[in-house]
């Protein structure tokens, strides 16, 4: 069974950024694609970002373009969001997921893998 661990979440002001680190417990990490997703209150989980499993694609959503990029490093089974120009909107439980191959899917119903979550709240 994959398993995912998030990290890098906190509380930060307005304007800073932050580093999530999804790290992956399988030795064939490199076949998965990798989604990064994130949730609030009275929401349903929303796909923010998402990159194939040799990093040739990648995409995040338009309310995080310019400000958010996703990223991979196979050689160390880890995937990366780093989140720069927070707003309070970008308050929520951040997941990794992952999916056997499939590229570019920004639909939480697609992954078969789920981190824990990790909290990020943006607040002066």
């Known amino acids: 069974q994959l398993q995912l661990v998030e990290s890098g979440g906190g509380s930060v002001q307005p304007g800073g950024s932050l580093r999530l680190s999804c790290v992956s417990s399988?030795?064939?990490?490199?076949?998965?694609?990798i989604g990064w997703f994130r949730q609030t209150p009275g929401k349903e989980r929303e796909g923010i970002a998402c990159?194939?499993?040799?990093?040739?694609?990648?995409q995040v959503i338009d309310s995080v373009r310019g400000r958010f990029t996703i990223s991979r490093d196979n050689s160390r089974k880890t995937a990366f969001l780093q989140m720069d120009s927070l707003t309070s909107e970008d308050t929520g439980v951040y997941y990794c997921?992952?999916?056997?191959?499939?590229?570019?899917?920004?639909?939480?119903?697609?992954?078969?893998?789920w981190g824990q979550g990790t909290q990020v709240t943006v607040s002066s």
């Open positions: 997921a992952a999916v056997w191959l499939r590229p570019g899917l920004l639909n939480p119903n697609d992954y078969d893998h």
């Open positions: 990159i194939s499993t040799d990093s040739r694609y990648s």
């Open positions: 399988a030795t064939d990490f490199e076949y998965y694609a």
